[in-house]
């Protein structure tokens, strides 16, 4: 089917101008309108923060094999951990997936020339780039020891580290993302191709929009909490200080009203990814599509209902515990939704063994890991024991790490093709794959079982149990592993630009708007604007295995 | 996904041929106003969340403290916040009435209605900051270090029926924490209305492309209202809290 | 053109009726500060001055935007999107409950204390409770 509306005049790829040949000079990078350059532009600063930002995790791991920490003072340790956090947090997840592939694929997906608003879109990276010094600063003067959540009254009375200046990095960066967020919002509802209904749309895409809602609903709300940080460190104002009578918990219940439904952000649009690779390589539309693209927008609704379950151990109310523990239970829901309706479309679809498709296997893995041990954290009586321990970084590095950045891993690989119109190989994408996957195990499992057994987070002493070592130290060994996985890519990957085979428009034979355009796409995306008949996941089984058994029988000649 | 692609030219699909208030990447004028209209929602959306936490944080305060805020709040004219009150709502008509004019494209009268709400976000500042702010702050009623609670600092305040003094400083500090945010935050809102509208009425003046587009002069009105939106709420919460 | 939906604009009276009543109104938000407005069941309590303020100040807020911002005469969407800023701003409402139900606790809460950033006392069965019971507590404190 593909084949049928692909570009009919083909000379070599080299031959036709696209996004990235259209001109070489860096004003032409820096000043773009165009969301395919600036997903590029994004996707450069997002990796080399996620570089700064395994380094710190890097260190973390290496102090925690001795039970006495060697390496560095607490201090150090203190100030580590918080890079990592708010790197991680703000400056590569919360940015990864919709910022690089939504930005590049949302306008393509639609049909549409471009965002709403392409300038809007531009100084959303260049407010992203300056959140990002703002943090590098902090860092190189000393960093910041608060933790990536700001928790008052240590932020604003007593500590001595850079926490001004990394908030206004988080505030500006979250303004970044708000942008982004109005940018979809406005492309999704108004610039969808002719004929391209609501239920038509890829569920990347409606996955995208309950990001983009949360996005604007949230981010404005952490973005006043923060500033209101800034103003009790400045000016001695006292809204979260108890000194004068104002309550430390307030700062949390706010924080946590954008920060819950900001672990949404990250995490969904990764589910998105995950739907569109799922279908793709089991030749079969998402089973369940609309429930698929009403839990996305449910996740995001209920999202805002939970905060309070990061609090069930401060003074706020118990009975307002109970009740944010039932509604934490319910977010379960539509995710189970997801997980199912996935495990569905593969179960008897033609399955095509393809780099994209075992990174979203690996998310299945992790994510269904993830979110169950979620559920534990959400029980009231359980969460009085594992709170503050290891068993939480394991459970959110399980969604975060093995959610969000396998799904992106997957997309990257994906949607590669489509970005730079080469192929890398397939043998490579699959085995880091998998060394990603069990790397990750290895690293965060034995985080679970030490966590269940008491090891405080945010510490780098243990010498009070010593027998914790060996899952430090297995932990550690497993982030080694980890580390592999994520540096092979960067290097096949970045090869396949130059010496990659050429792709061709659809080397995936996938179904999206998004391949019937050449590969990289032109500066317009498409030559002819697309009028769109059919839904995004019309795979034609009986069509397929002609097409495989064709292929098959040239490869004998 | 099957498509079939139109079989006129690209460029008479692009269709900014005739219009040059279109830009590129839409098709045609009804969706790029409603495109400007949606985000610009969307951009007030955050807005009101941005204002409804620090709403929500005087309510959660204003609760615990209900006596406490009644007594601090004496040291704000509602006279005062009833002229600013005034003014922004004046203010607020003129700029429905400039993108009225902005609709039928005359833009001498845009310019003129503009003018008048810029003159009236001035007069709103000079009153907020000259008026209500300064005496406070020469009088060591800022927040902070500074800050005095005593006879002295509050002689001019002070009238019968109500004991300020009664009021533990910590807690009036924590009132003008608020009002001091809530009020300053929504002043630096009306400082950058008055730049976008001085740019908006150097646009008109010049008659350029985007002045020709009603709908950057509609999108600066949502603003400018929205400002005023905070303000119908900030003026009886802070000046007219009852006994 | 197409967009004519968009140029739908009110003619410039109901601009200035609404106008006049904004200004009616502030000057009855005003007005009702000054009086006393008994709470039935409580008549000290400021609530209903507290009510009717609020409720003032929301059909003014009401006016502004249905008017002025001319969210009643544009298209579903626009309207879509300028009631769900005003909705989920609501939502954060949910932190009251928490206040609320702080000193509902069998411990001295946040409610019940002066304010300070000390951890609760721990929890003391009711000593009033003791005094009017005092001997069988006492026989069970001796166990």
Redesign the interface.
């Known amino acids: 089917m593909s084949a049928v509306a692909g570009p009919t005049v083909a000379p070599g790829p080299e031959e036709r101008t696209n996004y990235l040949n259209k001109s070489h000079t860096i004003k032409s990078w820096l000043l773009t309108g165009d969301h395919k350059r600036i997903a590029i532009l994004y996707l450069i600063s997002v990796s080399f923060f996620f570089f700064l930002g395994s380094l710190a995790a890097s260190m973390i791991r290496l102090e925690l094999t001795s039970p006495t920490g060697t390496m560095m003072s607490s201090e150090a340790y203190n100030k580590m951990f918080t890079a990592h956090g708010v790197i991680m947090i703000f400056f590569f997840l919360i940015p990864a997936i919709p910022a690089v592939l939504g930005n590049f694929l949302i306008p393509l997906m639609v049909g549409a020339r471009d965002l709403a608003f392409p300038r809007l879109n531009l100084a959303s990276w260049y407010l992203y780039v300056l959140g990002g010094l703002f943090g590098i600063v902090a860092i190189c003067m000393g960093g910041v020891d608060t933790g990536w959540t700001f928790y008052t009254p240590y932020s604003s009375l007593y500590s001595n580290s850079q926490v001004t200046l990394t908030i206004c990095g988080a505030f500006v960066a979250g303004f970044s993302s708000i942008f982004t967020g109005i940018n979809f919002i406005a492309t999704i509802h108004k610039m969808r191709a002719p004929g391209l209904t609501w239920f038509k749309l890829p569920l990347f895409v409606w996955a995208t929009y309950a990001t983009s809602i949360i996005i604007v609903l949230g981010t404005p709300v952490v973005a006043i909490t923060l500033l209101l940080v800034v103003a009790e460190r400045v000016f001695h104002f006292g809204v979260f200080s108890p000194e004068l009578g104002g309550d430390p918990v307030l700062f949390q219940h706010l924080f946590w009203f954008y920060s819950h439904p900001a672990v949404y952000i990250m995490i969904l649009p990764g589910m998105g990814v995950i739907s569109e690779l799922i279908a793709c390589f089991s030749r079969r539309k998402v089973f369940g599509y609309e429930f698929v693209a009403f839990s996305s927008l449910a996740i995001a609704g209920i999202g805002f209902l939970v905060w309070g379950h990061h609090m069930f151990v401060t003074s706020q109310s118990m009975y307002q515990g109970v009740v944010f523990s039932f509604l934490t239970f319910l977010v379960a829901i539509p995710s189970a939704i997801k997980v199912f309706n996935w495990t569905s479309t593969i179960y008897k679809g033609s399955v095509h063994w393809n780099a994209p498709f075992v990174w979203a296997l690996g998310f299945m893995g992790l994510f269904l890991i993830g979110g169950l041990t979620g559920l534990y954290l959400g029980s009231l009586s359980t969460d009085v024991h594992l709170t503050g321990t290891y068993f939480i970084v394991a459970h959110f590095h399980y969604v975060m790490v093995g959610g969000t950045i396998m799904a992106f891993m997957g997309g990257l690989h994906f949607w590669w093709p489509k970005m730079f119109g080469r192929m890398y190989p397939d043998s490579w994408g699959k085995a880091s794959a998998i060394i990603t996957f069990f790397g990750f195990n290895f690293t965060f499992f034995p985080q679970f079982v030490v966590g269940y057994l008491g090891m405080p987070r945010r510490y780098h002493y243990y010498y009070f149990e010593p027998t914790w070592q060996v899952w430090h130290v297995l932990s550690t060994v497993g982030a080694s592993i980890l580390a592999i996985g994520f540096i092979l890519p960067a290097f096949y990957l970045t090869w396949s630009i130059k010496n990659g085979k050429p792709a061709g428009p659809n080397p995936w034979g996938a179904k999206g708007l998004e391949w019937e355009t050449d590969s990289p796409p032109p500066t317009e995306n498409f030559r002819h604007p697309p009028i769109v008949t059919e839904g995004a996941y019309n795979y034609d089984p009986v069509a397929d295995a002609e097409a495989v058994a064709k292929s098959a029988a040239k490869a004998g000649d | 996904?099957?498509?079939?692609?139109?079989s006129s030219s690209?460029v008479e699909?692009?269709g900014h041929g005739h219009d040059p208030l279109l830009h590129?990447?839409?098709?045609?004028?009804?969706?790029q106003?409603?495109?400007?209209?949606?985000?610009m929602?969307?951009?007030?959306?955050?807005?009101?969340?941005?204002?409804?936490?620090?709403?929500?944080?005087y309510?959660?305060?204003r609760?615990?403290?209900?006596h406490e805020f009644?007594e601090v709040h004496n040291l704000l004219d509602?006279k005062l916040g009833?002229i600013n009150?005034?003014i922004l709502?004046?203010s607020?008509?003129s700029?429905?009435?400039g993108?009225?004019y902005a609709?039928l494209k005359k833009h001498a009268l845009v310019n003129r209605c503009l003018a008048f709400t810029v003159l009236c976000a001035c007069a709103f500042l000079v009153i907020k900051l000259g008026w209500e702010w300064w005496p406070k702050w020469e009088h060591n009623l800022?927040?902070?270090?500074g800050f005095e609670w005593n006879e002295h600092s509050l002689e001019k305040y002070i009238k019968p029926g109500s004991d300020l003094l009664s009021v533990?400083p910590?807690?009036a500090?924590?009132f003008l924490?608020?009002y001091?945010?809530m009020t300053g935050?929504h002043g630096i809102h009306v400082l950058v209305g008055i730049l976008v509208l001085v740019g908006l009425m150097v646009l008109h003046k010049k008659q350029t492309p985007s002045a020709q587009d009603?709908?950057n002069t509609?999108m600066v009105?949502?603003y400018w209202?929205?400002v005023?939106?905070v303000w119908?709420?900030l003026?009886?919460?802070f000046y007219?809290?009852?006994? | 053109m197409a967009s004519d939906s968009h140029l739908n604009h009110p003619p410039v009276k109901h601009y200035v009726f609404n106008l006049v009543v904004l200004t009616i109104l502030m000057l009855a938000t005003i007005g009702a500060a000054q009086i006393h407005i008994p709470t039935p069941g409580n008549p000290e309590s400021p609530l209903m001055n507290n009510v009717v303020a609020l409720f003032i100040a929301t059909i003014k807020a009401g006016l502004v935007v249905a008017v002025f911002m001319g969210v009643r005469y544009t298209t579903t969407l626009v309207k879509m999107w300028a009631y769900t800023g005003f909705t989920w701003f609501t939502l954060m409402f949910i932190m009251w409950c928490d206040y609320g139900t702080r000193n509902w606790e069998p411990v001295a809460g946040w409610e019940g204390n002066p304010a300070n950033a000390l951890p609760r006392e721990p929890y003391r069965p009711e000593k009033k409770a003791a005094g009017e019971h005092g001997e069988s507590h006492g026989a069970t404190e001796a166990h």
């Open positions: 996904m099957a498509t079939s692609t139109k690209p699909q692009h590129h990447q839409f098709e045609d004028m009804h969706q106003t409603e495109s400007y209209l949606v985000g929602w969307s951009f007030l959306v955050t807005e009101i969340m941005f204002f409804g936490a620090l709403f929500i944080m309510s959660i305060y609760w615990k403290y209900s009644w509602w009833g009150t005034f709502l004046l607020s008509f700029m429905a009435m993108v009225h609709t800022f927040p902070g270090p533990s910590n807690i500090q924590l924490s608020l001091f945010a935050l009603y709908v509609e009105g949502l209202h929205f005023d939106l119908i709420f003026y009886p919460l007219l809290i009852p006994k």
